[in-house]
């Protein structure tokens, strides 16, 4: 696992980051700025570890856990909070995922990520994904929630060919909310018994779906 202490930042000059354990990722703070972050729980989770500063500052974002990612609002630390322009996720346990993000956020396919990783002879080594990370996906009946405190969210299908860029499995429900702005939802699926909600706290805001919103 890597656990970061509440209080500690892994900070750089706009390059990517890079995180992977075989179990639990436990953070406390990301800067990125301009760069991507990667994120991996092999079997898993993807938590908050502390409120002292937002967990993840980037341009995009994307995590891969075998377990969950975040926490209900009220449970431990809560959900993850975020920075980020936009987002690539996928939780295979039976919570799902809960991320609240500060500002405008698109739902679409993320990089690679490429980072540098130093061997034990002082050398070099490239660390890639092999391909692009595309929607937001919870299966095991893993609920989905995303929320934006300011700025649009918009959800798109991202560089694959499913025709959504939310996807839920099981009895897990979806909560897209958000904050101020407008939401726009350009393909939503709910393959289970769950339930779905689209929403937004400002009266004068829109809530735009372009394209399917579907449940079993």
Same mark, same amino acid.
């Given at each position: !696992?890597?656990? *970061?202490?509440?209080? %500690?930042?892994? *900070?750089?000059?706009?390059?990517?980051?890079?995180? $992977?354990?075989?179990?639990?990722?436990?953070?406390?703070?990301?800067?990125?700025? #301009?760069?991507?972050?990667?994120?991996?729980? =092999?079997?898993?989770?993807?938590?908050?570890? /502390?409120? =002292?500063? %937002?967990?993840?500052?980037a341009a995009s974002l994307r995590m891969w856990a075998g377990g969950n990612i975040g926490e209900a609002a009220g449970s431990n630390y809560g959900h993850l909070d975020t920075s980020v322009d936009?987002?690539?996720?996928?939780?295979?346990?039976?919570?799902? +995922?809960?991320? =609240?993000?500060? $500002?405008?956020?698109?739902?679409?396919?993320?990089? =690679?990520?490429?980072?540098?990783?130093? @061997?034990?002879?002082?050398? +070099?080594?490239?660390?890639?994904?092999?391909?692009? $990370?595309?929607?937001?996906?919870?299966?095991? /009946?893993?609920?989905?929630?995303?929320?934006?405190? !300011?700025?649009?969210?918009?959800?798109?299908?991202?560089? @694959?060919?499913?025709?959504?860029?939310?996807?839920? #499995?099981?009895?897990?429900?979806?909560?897209?909310?958000?904050?101020?702005?407008?939401?726009?939802?350009?393909?939503?699926?709910?393959?289970?018994?769950?339930?779905?909600?689209?929403? #937004?706290? @400002?009266?004068?805001?829109? +809530?735009? %779906?372009?394209? @399917?919103?579907?449940? !079993?």
């Amino acid at each position: !696992s890597i656990t *970061m202490a509440n209080g %500690v930042r892994t *900070m750089t000059h706009n390059a990517n980051v890079r995180y $992977q354990a075989q179990m639990d990722v436990a953070l406390a703070s990301i800067v990125a700025s #301009t760069g991507h972050v990667s994120l991996t729980a =092999t079997t898993g989770d993807i938590i908050d570890h /502390g409120d =002292t500063h %937002v967990e993840v500052i980037a341009a995009s974002l994307r995590m891969w856990a075998g377990g969950n990612i975040g926490e209900a609002a009220g449970s431990n630390y809560g959900h993850l909070d975020t920075s980020v322009d936009t987002i690539s996720a996928y939780a295979s346990g039976s919570m799902g +995922l809960f991320v =609240t993000n500060s $500002q405008a956020l698109t739902v679409a396919e993320v990089i =690679t990520v490429a980072v540098k990783r130093v @061997d034990s002879p002082a050398g +070099l080594v490239d660390r890639v994904h092999i391909a692009n $990370q595309s929607d937001v996906e919870t299966i095991n /009946g893993g609920t989905i929630v995303l929320v934006t405190q !300011s700025g649009n969210l918009t959800v798109t299908n991202g560089g @694959d060919t499913d025709g959504t860029g939310i996807n839920i #499995t099981g009895a897990g429900h979806v909560l897209l909310h958000n904050g101020q702005s407008d939401v726009a939802v350009q393909g939503l699926g709910q393959r289970g018994s769950g339930h779905i909600r689209v929403s #937004t706290e @400002d009266m004068a805001a829109t +809530l735009y %779906v372009q394209a @399917d919103i579907m449940t !079993s």
